[in-house]
């Protein structure tokens, strides 16, 4: 289905009934402006081991109050609830992007070693 091999980028974890939501470095928007199509892998390093690979496409967002809502997400849980709020500030920010992506194909597979 792709041809060309996509790299693995970080994102945060969404809730069930959202899209995974992504943070790029800048020079990646070049390539998804130009090919939205993307492939995610979350492995799980403890044995038993599993992992779960996501195709799909991406669709970005430069949204001051989408940026900020997301740069408080991500700073709660990487640094707390406590500090959330201040790291929404300092990272939803003009220059961001959020990308979301709209998965087409999903492959899981859990106890990899067992």
Known sequence: MYAQE???LVFVFPQPD???????????RVFL????????????????????QIYG???LSDDP?????????????????D??????KRNGVQGELIVRVTPSKVIAKKNVAG
Not at 20 to 28: E, G, Q, S, Y
Not at 34 to 50: G, I, K, N
Not at 83 to 88: D, K, L, S, V, W
């Open 6 to 8: 996509f790299q693995v």
């Open 65 to 81: 109050e989408q940026l900020v809502y997301w740069a408080t997400r991500i700073g709660g849980r990487y640094m707390g609830a």
């Open 18 to 28: 959202e899209k995974a939501t992504l943070d790029f470095l800048v020079d990646r």
């Open 33 to 52: 402006r130009r090919d939205p199509r993307v492939s995610l892998c979350v492995d799980d390093e403890t044995p038993p081991f599993a992992f779960v």
């Open 57 to 59: 496409t991406a669709t």
């Open 83 to 88: 500090q959330a709020e201040t790291y929404g």
